[in-house]
């Protein structure tokens, strides 16, 4: 995204928030946003999550060779790495595929179909009654999945070092009961509201000034995808450099 396309992504956010004409309706479009977003990907979140949290307790416990290291120190580390980086990281680039191409195609279509223009015509403000309920869904729903996913990736490493023998279940109890700062659950949830809203935010915009036809749809929903990896990676390292 260019310094020219960054302004018009300003000028579109302007838009977005701009008092709205009918409350109800944007009420009811949110409602059925947060449901897409939220109850739609708890499934794939769920999946992910527990074998994620399955593979690290596995891979640390592999890692860790030496007698002289406490067993407890598998479940620590794989707490503290669900909560701080993998949750919400994860999560976000999983949502940026599912949630984002989605948002952009859908916008895009609409655009490419001229059906924003005859909303606009109608004296509607767009960019608001379309984009408005998926940024609220995405800031409200996404920390809520991250939560999720959070205690399912630590359920998913005590089921994975258990079951494989690499750690036992009071050893894990102890280690991820031991030391905890519920700090690092602040940072998580803050980092999920930024990654919500950059999935919505650049999904949105780059689905709002789609041209052509159901190729350039399809390559905006692609490019969506892309910049709202990179956006949320590059967001992950400020928010933590800030926080940490």
Known sequence: MNFTNFGRYILLLKAVFRKPEKLKIYIKAIFQEMNYVGIGSLGLICI????????MTLQIAFQ??????PRTIIGQVTRDSSILELSP?????????????????????MRVTE???ALEIMGINAPG???????????TMVPFLVIISMFLS?????????????????????????????????????????FGFIITSVAAYEGFYVRGGA?????????????????????????TQLLL
């Open 215 to 239: 190729l350039e749809v399809a390559r905006s929903s692609t490019k969506a995808v892309v910049i709202s990896c990179i956006s949320i990676l590059a967001a992950d390292y400020i928010v």
């Open 89 to 109: 990281t994860i999560s976000a680039l999983v949502l940026a595929g599912k949630i984002g191409s989605a948002i952009s195609s859908e916008i895009g279509t």
């Open 154 to 194: 630590i359920l998913g490493g005590y089921i994975g070092g258990t079951l494989s023998g690499a750690i036992t279940a009071s050893q894990y109890i102890q280690g991820i009961t031991t030391d905890f700062n519920p700090y690092t659950i602040t940072v998580a949830l803050v980092k999920a509201f930024v």
């Open 64 to 69: 860790l060779t030496s007698d002289l290291i």
């Open 129 to 139: 009654y379309l984009i408005l309920p998926k940024i609220i869904a995405g800031i």
């Open 48 to 55: 992910i999550s527990t074998f994620v949290g399955a593979v």
């Open 115 to 117: 059906q924003i223009d």
